[in-house]
């Protein structure tokens, strides 16, 4: 799993962005300040490190040891944040929890086995928070809906990289994870949308594509360097003037279970 994103890391923190003001303290209300809440597929700490101060206690865990460093520097020591490596498979293992938060993240497991191990995870209220963008109101996020999407996938087709099997097989089959968690025992769906305003220069864009699993550093090896300058090339030359306008749509997609239904007992 590290050498998926192998590389990522620091680019991710600082070029990917972050969820907003406002979708954090919506989540944070939603759980309550009292709550103990597992960031699952924390990455640098995207959710974990804004949301820490707002309620109890952040478990803040990830497979990838990069990720989880440089969540660490982030959060500068934060005491209500604990880092744990480990997965969507290794659950149980992690001491107790009220919520499962995951930003951009649920698409790499499999969501029913984690939904499952969750059902006999969570109390009775407990939810399941999924944070992420989305192309418009309740539609998945579409690959080339951005105007230098295109560019970045020509490129990256130049150097053979491709969205990676977890991606490509989530938006291929287009089952959106609003349905798979309908169709759990969390089907008691809330769901907020909110919207910014982002302008990317070419460094930004160029940060944002080696945050990719499929293009991070790792994936390109000694290729780095050219496919960089290949990348910024043929950005400036689709668009001189150096400046990409985004309307961001970040949705906070919380499941719960219907009132009055129980967890499941533990096998
Ligand atoms: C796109 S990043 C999201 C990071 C962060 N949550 C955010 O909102 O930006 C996906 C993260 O999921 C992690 N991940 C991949 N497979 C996972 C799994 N099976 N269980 C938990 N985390 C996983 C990756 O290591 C990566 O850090």
Not at 143 to 165: I, T
Request: charged share 25%; with cysteine; proline share 9%.
């Amino acid at each position: 799993m590290e050498e998926l994103f192998g590389g990522a890391a620091p680019y991710y923190a600082r070029y990917r962005p972050a969820y907003g003001e406002a979708a954090i303290e919506h989540l944070a209300r939603a759980l309550g300040p009292d709550s103990r809440v597992l960031d699952l597929g924390c990455g640098p700490g995207t959710i974990a490190v804004p949301l820490a101060g707002r309620v109890r206690t952040v478990l803040a865990v990830d497979p990838a040891e990069e990720m989880l460093a440089a969540g660490r520097r982030l959060a500068a020591g934060a005491p209500t944040i604990t880092w744990l490596r480990g997965d969507s498979t290794t659950l149980r293992a992690l001491p107790p929890f009220d919520h499962v938060v995951m930003g951009r993240s649920f698409h790499w497991m499999d969501r029913r086995a984690v939904l499952a191990d969750l059902d006999e995870l969570l109390p009775p209220r407990g939810a399941v928070a999924l944070i992420g963008p989305v192309s418009r109101r309740g539609e998945p996020w579409q690959p080339n809906a951005q105007p230098w999407q295109p560019v970045e996938r020509r490129v990256c087709a130049d150097f053979g990289l491709g969205m990676s099997a977890a991606a490509t097989s989530f938006h291929a089959t287009a089952e959106p994870h609003r349905d798979v968690l309908a169709a759990s025992p969390f089907d008691h769906l809330e769901s907020r949308t909110f919207t910014r305003r982002l302008t990317w220069d070419v460094d930004g864009l160029v940060g944002l594509q080696l945050s990719y699993s499929y293009s991070s550093p790792a994936a390109l090896g000694d290729r780095l360097h050219a496919f960089v300058e290949a990348l910024r090339e043929a950005l400036l030359a689709d668009n001189p003037a150096g400046r990409w306008e985004q309307e961001l749509l970040t949705e906070v997609l919380i499941a719960r279970r219907p009132p009055g239904r129980r967890p499941a007992d533990p096998p």
